[in-house]
């Protein structure tokens, strides 16, 4: 599934693609998503990330929500001829942005733009004090509540794993038992971790590609995610797996405490 890095590395593609520009012609080629209504001759004025949603600005006040949930991704695209999976497309006047989805599960939604709420993205306004009062007291695993978006937007499996990793956290920990330093230190690691995939456009394990159909370069970078039976980077103990909430979970039990 895209997470934090996967989404802005899109939007980021997206801005130098289609700001500023009109979109010409919609198509859509699923049922499921006949709702995509009214964005025929509006201009794109902002391309922004809420958590894990891709929002495209229009200029009459109503926004372009995307979810790409599991398999979904977007393609930049110079012809309109509808790739494999393709169900919905935007044609501009260099292309067209279609979504592609096997499994179509993502969502698209027209609706009224309103200031999002930054308080849990912890690139924009993520207010700690609030965080620490209202969920670090949970009785819930560590690595269960910084993938709650509830709490924490934009953090998936993949780089949950990675942040506990370097914070030197045990994912099995109870969020409650935490310190104020334990989570200052997961989220300067959070930072780090999601900082560093976007600059690698993402990790692609499986289906995710950027705007232009290539894959993330992150994958190569992963310290514990997959890492089962390796050793270490940190202290040249054994990276094992555990399942946690019906996902695999991947840590280092000599170092993460």
């Not at 109870?174 to 999601?194: P, R, Y």
């Amino acid at each position: 599934m895209p997470e934090l890095p996967e989404v802005e590395t899109l939007c980021r593609q997206l801005q130098t693609k289609i700001c500023g520009e009109k979109i010409l012609a919609t198509e859509t080629y699923d049922d499921k998503l006949a709702t995509i209504k009214n964005v025929r001759g509006q201009k794109v004025t902002a391309v922004e990330r809420e958590g894990k949603r891709i929002v495209i600005v229009l200029d009459n006040g109503y926004a372009i929500f995307v979810h790409l949930r599991m398999t979904g991704r977007l393609l930049w695209q110079k012809d309109s001829v509808k790739p494999n999976h393709g169900r919905w497309r935007m044609t501009f006047t260099d292309g067209n942005v279609f979504l592609v989805d096997p499994r179509r599960f993502a969502t698209v939604e027209v609706l009224k733009k309103k200031d999002s709420d930054a308080t849990k993205d912890i690139f924009k306004a993520f207010d700690l004090k609030y965080f620490l009062n209202t969920h670090a007291c949970r009785k819930t695993k560590v690595k269960t509540l910084i993938m709650d978006k509830n709490a924490i937007e934009g953090i998936g499996n993949i780089y949950a794993c990675e942040i506990l990793h370097r914070a030197g956290i045990s994912p099995k920990r109870m969020a409650s038992k935490l310190t104020k330093t334990d989570w200052n230190k997961i989220f300067q690691e959070a930072k780090i971790v999601l900082e560093k995939s976007i600059k690698k456009r993402g990790t692609s394990i499986s289906d995710w590609r950027d705007l232009y159909g290539c894959k993330g370069e992150n994958q190569h970078e992963l310290k514990a995610y997959g890492q089962e039976g390796k050793c270490c980077s940190k202290c040249g103990g054994t990276i094992l797996r555990i399942k946690q909430g019906g996902r695999s979970t991947f840590y280092c039990p000599q170092c993460q405490k």
